[in-house]
């Protein structure tokens, strides 16, 4: 019930194309959902995070839509760049857990030029 | 600020030695993670400190591995004695913190890539 399952496991998407990666969860206590980007070498950073009191948050391209009923929620990457080839991590906590992130399995982009 | 700082970048070592990781959380922070990743289980959480206080180490694999936050500026991962199974990179991380209990940002450090041959 802690885990978050998370889709594609990598991803091919053209220059100026729209990355979608997925992510589901099970535990109806979870509250705060991020995204991490991580480059290769890098450790990750924070990229956007939502609430469920929301459906949907938008930070320049980057959009992440919420689906409370269906306990999903998406990373959208509207006009992607080459530079944004990196692996992507969804994550989920709650309020109770004091800042314990359960992450998902990850998704390896790749812009093409 | 410099960031969460991690010690050494790189380590190879020998099945049966001793490995100690370094740590240094952002100034401020109340809280430390640390985190292990490999291609086959991902990003997993090993431990956690509040204000020095181990709060959860149900992560931790075995007794082999162990943690200290003898400071509010310093922690260690400790892996003894280290096999070839505990090769992976081992991030730390830190954040903000808030009494409410409400999740914030996580900073990770660059990671220590670990090898044991």
């Known amino acids: 019930q802690q885990q978050v399952k998370q889709s594609p496991q990598s991803l091919i998407v053209q220059k100026g194309g729209i990355s979608i990666i997925n992510c589901a969860y099970e535990n109806t206590a979870f509250d705060y959902f991020p995204w991490y980007q991580q480059f290769p070498g890098k450790g990750p950073a924070l990229l956007i995070a939502?609430?469920?009191?929301?459906s949907e948050k938008k930070e320049g391209r980057f959009t992440i839509s919420f689906n409370k009923s269906a306990k999903q929620f998406s990373l959208h990457i509207m006009d992607s760049q080459p530079g944004d080839s990196a692996t992507y991590f969804c994550a989920a906590s709650t309020s109770t857990g004091f800042q314990k992130l359960v992450f998902g399995t990850g998704t390896r982009l790749l812009v093409s030029p | 600020d410099a960031g969460v700082i991690q010690s050494p970048r790189h380590e190879v070592t020998e099945m049966g030695q001793e490995v100690t990781l370094r740590c240094k959380p952002i100034s401020g922070h109340d809280y430390l993670f640390w985190y292990r990743q490999t291609m086959m289980r991902g990003l997993e959480l090993l431990i956690y400190?509040?204000?020095?206080?181990?709060?959860?180490d149900s992560g931790m694999p075995e007794d082999r591995f162990s943690a200290k936050m003898p400071n509010a500026s310093f922690s260690t991962l400790k892996i003894q004695p280290s096999e070839p199974r505990d090769s992976a990179v081992y991030f730390c991380?830190?954040?903000?913190?808030?009494?409410?209990?409400?999740?914030?940002?996580?900073?990770f450090g660059p990671g220590t890539r670990l090898t044991v041959l």
């Open positions: 991380a830190s954040s903000l913190g808030r009494t409410s209990g409400i999740s914030d940002t996580q900073y």
């Open positions: 400190f509040n204000n020095n206080v181990p709060i959860d």
């Open positions: 939502i609430r469920p009191d929301v």
